[in-house]
């Protein structure tokens, strides 16, 4: 009888545990609310852009917004450029701004875009952009990382991982 309990409890234990384990895993890259001054601290943010021009976000304030947090050697996010550039082709009419914030060294971001042109706006953000991506609910820093904002400024989505048409589509019924 001892043992059956024992083991029971041991079985109980070792359950409890795995499931804390899964717990804290599922809450790591899970999106987490965004931090009360994230917003603000993002409008009045500005980084260098590949040709040394500014890039000063309270310039994109007052149109929709969608910020890709990316990589040239994140291929999700490599991969999703040539979408969000048609987006941004499509949608520019309409209002919206798209700007990629590269998390990456800027002589890398400045070859890649030799070989594959955006035509939105980019800013160098380095390792930096790995810390404003936090304060905007990335608890990871993961990459691809994508942050839509209304023309009021307000955070309107956050999508961490790869976006699809259907993001996409989804966003642009925003404006």
């Given at each position: 009888m001892k043992l059956q309990r024992r083991t029971l409890v041991m079985a109980g234990v070792a359950v409890a545990a795995g499931g804390g384990g899964a717990l804290v895993a599922t809450r790591r890259f899970q999106l987490q609310p965004v931090m009360s001054e994230a917003e603000l601290a993002f409008w009045t943010g500005e980084f260098e852009g590949p040709?040394?021009?500014?890039?000063?976000?309270?310039?994109?304030?007052?149109?929709p917004l969608l910020v890709n947090f990316w990589a040239t050697w994140c291929p999700p996010c490599v991969e999703e450029l040539p979408m969000l550039n048609r987006f941004h082709q499509v949608h520019a009419t309409k209002g919206w701004k798209v700007l990629g914030l590269a998390v990456d060294q800027p002589s890398a971001v400045r070859s890649f875009l030799l070989k594959l042109p955006l035509n939105f706006p980019v800013g160098m953000?380095?390792?930096?952009?790995t810390e404003l991506s936090r304060s905007l609910g990335n608890p990871?820093?993961?990459?691809?990382?994508?942050?839509?904002?209304?023309?009021?400024g307000a955070l309107l989505h956050r999508k961490m991982g790869k976006v699809s048409d259907a993001d996409l589509a989804q966003w642009a019924e925003l404006a």
């Open positions: 040709h040394g021009e500014r890039v000063r976000m309270a310039d994109f304030r007052g149109q953000a380095g390792f930096a952009g990871s820093g993961a990459l691809p990382f994508t942050v839509v904002f209304g023309a009021d």
